[in-house]
């Protein structure tokens, strides 16, 4: 099969309220970021398929006839993707050597890339072509960057295959495709999500595939087009965890405890609406320091709900602390147990008080910025115009 060379990018996530809760059919309000996650897709004439994942070190490459002998019993089930299909899943773990247990960063992403691979073009012609991923979101952080890979994996796929248009003209430089074509990549990108995830909500795929802020409640969509611009610190405690680890431990709390924890989930739910009527106000009328203590109220709970149903981590503990010297209020953001956090700013917070609140989380040895949040969702991009910055990229970090 012939494929067009293709450069897709999505974007990172923070998760305001309704993080873990959005699993369990809570509503969680999302926002895309200004870091994003860019995929090139490269045809090959040689019968390989090879994918470079730089940001986690795993560079493999496949003969087309060994992956033809995985593919033997699918039929085409383009049509079938609301859940995983569990023998694709068991051959692909045999052939990957991981039959037990949690898959690392490595196996899990090329457990992701094959299976959108071979569901997509396992049974038909399939093309020998070359992934190459890399991400300015750091992995494994809380920042979506596991959704931004699967949505930059399906887009992809969709796009070289032409199973979606180029959303390019000639003279534009980046291109979004159309509400029925993003609906497909989100639909394929939620089961790259299932592999990484386990039992994801499918929140994050959402954000990266339409950008903005979204209302998210049982895989119902809201994109809330009327939003306040928020000054939001995020903060990488550097602390690593797994998405998947963390929401298998969630369920079996709320499985154990099911009086005490579904009240506390109810509690979140409650917040993410309320954040979101505060918000919505924040945009007809004009804004009050009432507003602003509404929201660091609502983050300050949430916080501590986080840490009752047992996401929390001493440095995020430290997190909070360090902003509340300062008089800021902040939560971890994603999954927890490390990763993460944001920390809301007023507009009126001034430089200094912004710069001596990075200066001493920096000191705890944490990574911060200030961020823009709202960014585009998925998107083809202009090779000419991102590739430089590939090859500087791939320059600094692999070679
Ligand atoms: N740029 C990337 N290249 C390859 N794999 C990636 C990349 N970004 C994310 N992943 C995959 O997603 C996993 C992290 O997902 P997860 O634990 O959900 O954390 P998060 O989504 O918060 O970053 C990584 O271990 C890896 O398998
Ligand atoms: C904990 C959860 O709500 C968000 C996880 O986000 P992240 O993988 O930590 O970026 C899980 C989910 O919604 O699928
Ligand atoms: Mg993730």
Redesign the pocket.
């Known amino acids: 099969m012939e494929v067009r060379d293709c450069l897709v990018s999505a974007p990172?996530k923070a998760i305001l309220h309704g993080e873990h809760a959005v699993v369990h059919g809570k509503v969680a309000l999302a926002v895309s970021l200004n870091l994003r996650?860019y995929l090139q897709l490269k045809a090959r004439s040689d019968g390989k398929v090879c994918i470079n994942?730089?940001?986690?070190d795993?560079f493999v490459c496949w003969e087309l006839s060994e992956l033809k002998q995985l593919t033997s019993f699918l039929s085409d089930k383009k049509e079938e993707m609301q859940r995983l299909d569990a023998e694709l899943v068991k051959r692909l773990r045999e052939f990957i050597g991981v039959t037990n247990g949690n898959?690392?960063?490595?196996?899990?992403?090329i457990l992701?890339f094959l299976y959108i691979y071979l569901s997509l073009f396992g049974s038909g012609d399939m093309p020998s072509l070359t992934v190459s991923?890399?991400?300015e979101?750091?992995?494994?952080?809380?920042?979506?960057?596991?959704?931004?890979?699967s949505v930059c994996l399906a887009a992809a796929f969709l796009c070289a295959t032409a199973n979606i248009p180029t959303p390019l003209k000639e003279w534009e430089q980046t291109g979004r495709w159309c509400q029925e074509d993003l609906e497909l990549i989100n639909s394929w990108a939620f089961q790259g999500?299932k592999i990484?995830?386990g039992n994801p909500s499918g929140v994050?795929n959402a954000v990266g595939t339409w950008g903005g802020m979204l209302r998210f409640l049982a895989g119902k969509i809201i994109p809330l087009s009327r939003v306040p611009l928020l000054r939001i610190l995020l903060t990488n405690t550097k602390v690593p965890?797994?998405?998947?680890v963390l929401v298998a431990r969630v369920k079996d709390k709320i499985n154990k405890l099911p009086s005490i924890m579904i009240p506390v989930l109810d509690s979140v739910d409650a917040i993410s609406c309320t954040c979101e009527k505060v918000l919505t106000e924040m945009t007809c009328e004009p804004i009050t320091g009432d507003h602003y203590n509404i929201l660091e109220e609502l983050i300050d709970i949430n916080q501590h709900h986080l840490n009752v149903i047992g996401v929390g981590h001493p440095s995020l503990d430290t997190l909070c602390q360090v902003t509340a010297a300062r008089g800021l209020h902040s939560k971890l953001t994603?999954?927890g147990g490390g990763?993460?956090g944001i920390t809301l700013l007023r507009p009126e917070t001034d430089s200094t008080t912004v710069q001596g609140t990075m200066k001493d989380l920096r000191d705890c040895g944490y990574d911060c910025w200030e961020t823009s949040i709202g960014g585009p969702g998925c998107r083809k991009e202009d090779s000419r115009r991102v590739r430089p910055l590939w090859r500087i990229w791939i320059s600094i970090t692999v070679l």
């Open positions: 990172g996650t994942l730089p940001n986690i795993t898959l690392d960063s490595s196996a899990s992403a992701a991923v890399w991400s979101l750091p992995t494994g952080a809380g920042l979506g960057s596991s959704a931004a890979y999500e990484i995830h994050d965890r797994s998405t998947k994603g999954a990763g993460c």
